[in-house]
């Protein structure tokens, strides 16, 4: 009898390796539909970019567990996969490669542009914009990044008549203070901010 049989209890069960194998892919399927956004080098790394890069690991993960439910497998006696297994790990699958290629599809469609704002806040925090352009609405998203160079979400958001792109034009103020910062957008006289228009900044120090 070889060690790996005669004690099985050292082993990881086929169980808990299949559901750390569907729990990664499930993180890299809620990455891929989530705004985030990264700053390395000055330069922005979209967030379907991020999310790609995720969802890479993730499936490498997932593929680890599944190598080692089947090595759990050879040394002890087999155990029946759960139906649900497959279809919801062809799920996830799906909705992490759906939502990247949403992200950089929108990005093309509506010729999405990014801006690292100057200057930077207390600590570095720094404001990131990015402005898309469709028929005859201009959006624009900023993004508060701090250290790690990763924002995890939007920090405000505006519409802009006619396709203005403020931040592209340099329409805006970026003012800081000891709590955070406000940036204010502005339209033209002819293409006047809609909806929104300022935006807290701040990187939670």
């Given at each position: 009898?070889?060690?790996?049989?005669a004690?099985?209890g050292?082993?990881?069960?086929?169980?808990?390796?299949?559901?750390?194998?569907v729990?990664s892919?499930?993180?890299g399927?809620?990455?891929s539909?989530?705004?985030?956004?990264?700053?390395v080098?000055?330069?922005?790394v979209p967030?379907?970019g991020?999310?790609a890069?995720?969802f890479?690991?993730?499936l490498a993960?997932?593929?680890a567990f599944?190598?080692?439910g089947?090595?759990?497998?050879?040394?002890l006696?087999?155990?029946a996969r759960?139906?649900w297994?497959?279809?919801?790990?062809?799920l996830l699958?799906?909705?992490?490669v759906?939502?990247?290629?949403?992200?950089a599809?929108?990005?093309?469609?509506?010729?999405a542009?990014?801006?690292?704002?100057?200057?930077t806040?207390?600590?570095g925090?720094?404001?990131?914009v990015?402005?898309t352009?469709?028929?005859v609405?201009g959006?624009?998203?900023?993004y508060?990044?701090?250290r790690?160079?990763l924002?995890l979400g939007?920090?405000g958001s505006w519409v802009v008549d006619?396709?203005?792109?403020p931040?592209?034009a340099?329409t805006y103020?970026?003012?800081?203070?000891?709590?955070?910062?406000?940036?204010?957008?502005s339209?033209?006289?002819t293409?006047?901010?809609?909806?929104?228009?300022?935006?807290?900044?701040?990187?939670g120090?």
């Amino acid at each position: 009898m070889t060690e790996a049989r005669a004690r099985p209890g050292l082993e990881p069960s086929p169980g808990v390796l299949a559901a750390s194998g569907v729990g990664s892919l499930a993180l890299g399927a809620v990455a891929s539909w989530s705004d985030l956004l990264l700053v390395v080098g000055g330069r922005v790394v979209p967030g379907w970019g991020v999310s790609a890069v995720l969802f890479v690991l993730t499936l490498a993960l997932w593929r680890a567990f599944v190598r080692a439910g089947r090595r759990v497998d050879a040394v002890l006696l087999p155990v029946a996969r759960p139906g649900w297994l497959r279809p919801v790990t062809v799920l996830l699958i799906g909705a992490a490669v759906s939502g990247i290629a949403w992200g950089a599809l929108d990005d093309l469609i509506s010729d999405a542009r990014y801006y690292v704002l100057r200057p930077t806040g207390p600590g570095g925090c720094t404001a990131v914009v990015r402005e898309t352009s469709y028929l005859v609405i201009g959006n624009g998203e900023a993004y508060a990044v701090g250290r790690t160079g990763l924002a995890l979400g939007e920090a405000g958001s505006w519409v802009v008549d006619d396709g203005y792109r403020p931040v592209a034009a340099g329409t805006y103020t970026l003012d800081w203070e000891g709590d955070g910062g406000l940036l204010v957008v502005s339209g033209s006289g002819t293409d006047p901010v809609v909806r929104g228009g300022m935006t807290g900044i701040d990187c939670g120090w």
